[in-house]
């Protein structure tokens, strides 16, 4: 007998309880947003901030803003006068990331920048401390290949999605540029002396990412 989902909901009642913008967040995506799944949700939410708050860092760049379920959470740990740049190329979901923003009370520490992330990484002047990726599965190598040399020692990255659904064990079809960008991103952290790394069998796979 698969006991998965009994074990979730179990995790799920034993931690900290979601927040209330957070939850009303996670309806409205279901409801109205396509593709509502890439959401992070209460258990990885909770992970993100966490992990932000061991952290503390003044800057974080997020890759795939979404609804703004992750901004959010990863905000809970930013010090005092901390930013997060998020940026995502779908415009529709600016506005929606923004009201849920204001209600979070974190209106005034998030920057929104809508277009591609390879156009606009080169032009971000901020030292991230903490970097989430979570956009294209295509382009993860280029993401990580444009911030990784702009990192300091000590920054992290988190990279979601990184067991892609099991898709990392099979052979994949070789139109499947989906998996392909996962396959190739995981075997360049692999090889890659210059960052610590661990995956994490949460939801998807979670890597984080340490650079030396």
Same mark, same amino acid.
């Given at each position: 007998m698969n006991r998965q989902k009994d074990i979730d909901q179990y995790i799920r009642d034993h931690i900290d309880q979601e927040d @209330?913008?957070?939850? @009303?967040?996670?309806? @409205?995506?279901?409801?109205?947003?396509?593709?509502? &799944?890439?959401?992070?949700?209460?258990?990885?939410?909770?992970?993100?901030?966490?992990?932000? &708050?061991?952290?503390?860092?003044?800057y974080i760049l997020e890759l795939g803003t979404f609804t703004g379920y992750s901004a959010i959470c990863l905000a809970k740990g930013l010090q005092e006068g901390g930013k997060i740049v998020t940026i995502e190329i779908d415009d529709e979901l600016e506005s929606m990331a923004a009201k849920y923003f204001k209600k979070a009370g974190i209106q005034d520490k998030v920057t929104q920048r809508i277009g591609s992330a390879l156009e606009i990484i080169p032009t971000l002047k901020e030292k991230f401390d903490l970097v989430f990726i979570d956009a294209d599965k295509r382009e993860y190598t280029d993401y990580y290949n444009l911030l990784i040399d702009r990192l300091e020692s000590g920054a992290y990255? =988190?990279?979601?999605?990184?067991?892609?659904?099991?898709?990392?064990?099979?052979?994949? &079809?070789?139109?499947?540029?989906?998996?392909?960008? =996962?396959?190739?991103?995981?075997?360049l952290l692999k090889n890659d002396n210059r960052v610590e790394k661990v995956i994490l069998p949460l939801r998807d796979g979670m890597t984080l990412i340490r650079k030396k």
């Open positions: @209330e913008v957070l939850k @009303e967040l996670d309806r @409205e995506t279901h409801l109205k947003v396509l593709g509502a &799944r890439m959401l992070s949700g209460h258990l990885q939410g909770q992970v993100l901030s966490m992990i932000s &708050r061991m952290i503390r860092p003044k990255i =988190i990279a979601d999605n990184t067991l892609w659904s099991g898709k990392v064990l099979d052979t994949p &079809r070789t139109d499947d540029y989906q998996t392909l960008g =996962i396959l190739d991103f995981n075997t």
